[in-house]
């Protein structure tokens, strides 16, 4: 009697445990399911300080400029959060990266 009462509680258990995971609601009530904002963003987008240097090292690994590469991306990173994907180009991804230039003109961030 005692095994089947076990058994029993046990199968109550999974099939809640189960009920939690199907469901898009957290314990607390909070939605699981990612924003629309969040949903549009590009992986290359948010970037905390800390992961700005390395992000800048894949961006400025093929130029023969590394030092002022790497100066001015992360200035960029820093203010934008953000750097385009690959080693060149793509800058349209990032707006605030792509639209930011010197007292000239020309295009402040590699």
Known sequence: MGRSINALLFLLLLLCCAAMA?????IFGEDLEPRLE???KHKHSGYSEAECPGACQFRCSKTAYK????FFCQKCCFKCRCVPPGTYAHKEVCPCYNNWKTKRGGPKCP
């Open 22 to 26: 199907v469901s898009t609601k957290g």
């Open 38 to 40: 969040e949903r549009k």
């Open 67 to 70: 030092k002022p590469c790497m």
